[in-house]
């Protein structure tokens, strides 16, 4: 009789995440390759849909809503934003989705089933970056310089991989059990998208509710991206981003504690 056990190795575990590393990177190119087998544009889609996103919010905030855009031409603020978000809903729901969409690796080999969410979340940080090099494009066509606060560029974007790291690990083992959140999840990304500042700078809300904006950890990371890229008028709302990592450190820390302890039933109930 195969047992399959997951979960119960200790200290062990994350030893074990590195030997498995092969598999790792193998999940990651097999998830990067299907997302854009047989697509006529192919990985032009990572720019494609910001793009058109781009000119729909664009239109939308900049041309008929007369929002302010901090200095910088309209489409590069939202471009700004949407890289971050994108990237954030991408990688939550991929990794969200990963255990289901593999449950017959999962069932039947024993390997860390961390390594799954995470491979979701690396296809979508090759998006990501490929993605920022158009944003790099649209600076330099507007003449924009980034300051030297781009240096910290890396922290916001280590941020964001935290936070949709822990949102997944919570919506995977979800998943498992709860079906449901099949459906839950897009809707949150419809919905969270414009609860983001993706289409416009998130000063605009008044000061009394900006703390309880922060517990969108998204707010926070947009307006790290802004400050980084953008200079001038974007500033961060430093109690918020203190708000938005305390969030996402609890989730983080949480959702690590019960996905290992969905792990251990995985196999059997995926």
């Known amino acids: 009789m195969l047992i399959i056990e997951g979960g119960q190795r200790g200290g062990h575990y994350w030893r074990e995440l590195w030997r498995y590393r092969e598999l790792f990177y ?3 190119w097999r998830d990067f390759l299907v997302r854009y087998k047989q697509t006529v544009a192919g990985v032009a889609w990572a720019v494609l849909k910001p793009f058109l996103t781009m000119a729909v919010l664009t239109l939308n905030f ?56 995470v491979s979701g979340i690396m296809t979508s940080l090759i998006d990501f970056l490929i993605a920022g090099a158009f944003l ?5 066509w507007h003449h924009i310089v980034p300051p030297v606060r781009i240096l910290f560029l890396p922290c916001f974007i280590a941020f964001a991989f935290a936070a949709s790291f822990a949102a997944g690990i919570w919506i995977s083992a ?26 416009f700078l998130s000063a605009i809300v008044p000061r009394k509710f900006r703390l309880l904006y922060s517990l969108n950890p998204v707010v926070a990371i947009i307006d790290g991206f802004r400050w980084c ?5 974007h500033t961060i709302f430093w109690p918020g981003m203190f708000v938005a990592l305390a969030v996402v450190s609890v989730l983080l820390i949480t959702g690590i504690g019960y996905f290992r302890k969905t792990e251990r039933i995985l196999a059997d109930v995926i």
């Open 174 to 199: 979800l998943m498992v059990e709860y079906r449901d959140f099949r459906n839950i999840v897009p809707f949150m990304v419809q919905f969270g998208l414009y609860l983001s500042p993706v289409g």
């Open 26 to 28: 193998f999940l990651v």
């Open 136 to 140: 790099a494009i649209l600076m330099a």
């Open 229 to 233: 890229l953008l200079g001038g008028q």
């Open 62 to 117: 900049g041309r008929f809503g007369k929002m302010p855009s901090g200095g910088v031409p309209y489409s590069v603020l939202v471009f700004s934003g949407m890289l971050p978000w994108l990237f954030f809903s991408s990688a939550m729901s991929e990794s969200g989705n990963s255990l289901v969409a593999n449950a017959n690796l999962v069932s039947k080999i024993y390997f860390p089933r961390l390594i799954v969410p």
